[in-house]
DNA sequence: ATTCTGTCGATATCGACTATCAGATAAGAA
DNA sequence: TTCTTATCTGATAGTCGATATCGACAGAAT
């Protein structure tokens, strides 16, 4: 934890950028719920609890800059928030999430089963891939009794 | 084209729904632009061309229909814009996108190579599947000799 | 001290989208 | 037809996440 604040400080420090109260209190409150996608809102209401005085704009811009660094992601999973989610150190490509359509709960797959298909598309198409994003949409294994008729989930949702 | 909106003129009916002038309106902007992914301003505006006296409401509530009867499909690249995109007819998973980090191009692989990957994620994950979405963020065969470091485009893309 | 740069909190503003609501339109029933 | 009812529409106000703006303030440089 300590390590990984300090770590961090530095990372700003080599870009000219400081690690003042408003933004380590962001940090660590990223820190300690990293297995969460936590909205800016929520990163917002959490650190209030430990600094009270901080700004939602501070938030927001503490977030940008976490994530123009990439020391933190930017995700979406479609319901009109972005998310963040610590970036797997030295990961070149962040992981796989399982979005459950009846729970909406978002699981991870931290493997990268990606590697043949990528070097497909990057003969296939001519594109050199610098990231991807790989979602699967179902029903995880704690709703599969609750739902009868996955068809009908499909629905307006984006994806 | 004629083929088409007849047909969507049926499924809606299916579903006790009209197709009002309004509406044949929209599904033919869509059709018209099939290869494009038309925002809902987007698809405002051109059917604003055909059809000078509809509303903005109106646009966004016949997307919305077309979309939960499973007609088109939602889009996001993480511009923060939703958009639109006609489900290939009979298609299970909607298909794989290429979004150039530097043009901003989104092109696209009709193919699905994901079946053995799927299985394997519904064995391991107990988690059944309905649809997916695959992204790759790059850089595109249009670009790659104007872009020195791929690296410094990571950013703060959300992805 | 004075200036400069970076950062801050409060808040106005933006842009995409949704809700509301009165009026129009179409489909039945009498 | 005429009345009734449900659906649909356009205008517009409101919502909500995110950004821009602004004056204030701290620390470093001159």
Redesign the interface.
């Given at each position: 934890m300590e390590e990984r604040v300090k770590q961090i400080k530095q990372q700003l420090s080599a870009h000219n950028y400081k690690l003042t109260p408003q933004r380590e209190a962001t940090v660590r409150v990223l820190l300690e719920n990293e297995e969460d996608h936590l909205s800016a809102e929520d990163v917002y209401l959490l650190v209030k609890e430990k600094a009270p005085e901080i700004g939602l704009a501070t938030v927001y811009r503490t977030l940008?800059l976490l994530?123009?660094l990439?020391i933190i992601?930017?995700?979406?999973f479609?319901d009109g928030v972005?998310r963040y989610e610590f970036r797997a150190e030295g990961a070149e490509h962040?992981h796989h999430h399982?979005i459950?359509?009846h729970c909406g709960t978002v699981?991870e797959?931290t493997d990268d089963?990606?590697g043949p298909?990528?070097k497909?598309?990057e003969k296939q198409?001519?594109?050199?891939?610098?990231?991807?994003?790989?979602?699967?949409?179902?029903?995880?294994?704690r709703c599969?009794d609750q739902v009868k008729d996955?068809?009908k989930?499909?629905?307006?949702?984006?994806?």
């Open positions: 940008e994530s123009d990439a992601h930017k995700l979406n479609g972005t962040h399982l459950c359509l699981d797959i089963w990606l298909i990528e497909r598309v198409f001519d594109f050199q891939i610098i990231d991807h994003r790989l979602t699967f949409h179902g029903i995880c294994h599969k996955p068809k989930l499909v629905g307006s949702k984006v994806t």
